[in-house]
């Protein structure tokens, strides 16, 4: 690899600024050029990496009473290992940008509130639809891939993504190919769930899931964009919680009628708050980017600060309603006893968060952690609720038909 050229570029004569123009753009070598000495004690010494334009600072100081062309000044190249170090950082941070781009995690919000609320059916009917099941999980996948393309679009237009290398418009470099896509595939999934309950007679089903796109649409499209007014998370709550689980459990219980009963209503309630807190926790490290486009998120409100110990009363509510709940015997005691085994993981939430709220680059991992909690504690409660089907003598909560 070719070393660094540099070169000591002084205020004296044309004739040295146009040596130091030339050699800036000259192919990377490693060169020793004589210029005048400065009259000041110490100067200080541009070094030009002519590989990637990095500019490196540097102080020396000048032997007093030698002022005249001679001195020789040399700046050192950056040693190849080094070099081949930050190549090496500059790989890795590609891996991690096209990786936060899919954001395959975040498709467990896709996941959870499909399968709570088939566990939630199981349990009051005995039955599960395991074609429906995947068909339905299909569909919802489409639309989140909707949700965060659309997302990405319109917070390019706003500028809040200007700086957001992880953003798939700015990796793809089109806005307008990118919103094609995400439209196409919001059709491609309402058309599955259109199916889906058409197949099982519930229009009931059918409005509640048209509800939370509805939701996902007016959080972050125009002339909406709810999400800027910090009424992201109330809607990602109604979305994921009442309307989505509520409806996925509707359609796996086998009736055209929308059956309701304490289990669904709490299960959906608190898997409304685990996916908030997701949402929420994902703005800690943009705040700056928020506040320039005039987003007012909650942390923006909030700050940093706070919004750590907002997310300690978070956790501390979710786990304090589902023992509560147990304690009714609306959820079984069953999903408890599993859910109350996450406990480890909502601690390691609110510690990440407590000690990295500060830190801009650690902190955009809180949502990840969030992302662990959600779906171990989505998966305990499901499986909770099929455990108490198969294995629990209790009686089972009585159906109100609508």
Known sequence: MAAIATFCSTNHGSGIKKLNDYLLNKQSTTRTHPVFSIPDSRQRLLCYNGSNKNTHTRQLKSKPNHMRL???????????????EEEKKEDISQATLLWRAVKL???????????????AAYLQTGVHFARRYFILLASSVLIITWLNLSNDVYDFDTGADKNKKESVVNIVGSRTGTLIVA????????????????????????????????????????????SYQGLGEPLC???????????????QCGTSELTINGTIISASLLVGFTTSLILFCSHFHQIEE???????????????????????????????????????????????????????????????VEENHKDKTKIFMAKYYCVRLHTLFGA?????????????RKQLPYAVIL
Request: charged share 10%.
């Open 105 to 119: 995690p975040i498709y467990s919000v896709a996941l959870v509130p499909l399968t709570v609320g088939s566990a």
């Open 380 to 392: 305990a409660l499901a499986a909770g609720m099929v455990a108490a089907r198969m294995f629990a």
């Open 70 to 84: 001679g001195n020789l000044l040399k700046c050192r190249a950056v040693n190849d290992n080094v070099a081949a």
């Open 237 to 251: 709550f109604s979305a994921f919680g009442p309307f989505a689980t509520t409806a996925f459990y509707s359609l």
């Open 183 to 226: 439209c196409l595939l919001l059709v491609l999934g309402f058309v599955g769930l259109t199916w889906v309950s058409v197949e099982a007679g519930s229009m009931h089903s059918l409005l509640l899931l048209a509800s939370a796109v509805i939701c996902g649409y007016i959080y972050q499209c125009p002339p909406f964009r709810l």
């Open 290 to 352: 928020d506040k320039a486009v005039g987003k007012i998120s909650p942390l923006v409100r909030l700050g940093t600060e706070a919004g750590s110990k907002v997310v300690k009363l978070a956790v501390v509510t979710i786990y304090s309603l589902l023992f509560v709940l147990g304690l009714g015997q609306i959820i079984p005691f069953s999903s408890v006893i599993l859910c109350a085994l996450t406990v480890p993981m909502g601690n390691s939430v609110v510690s990440y």
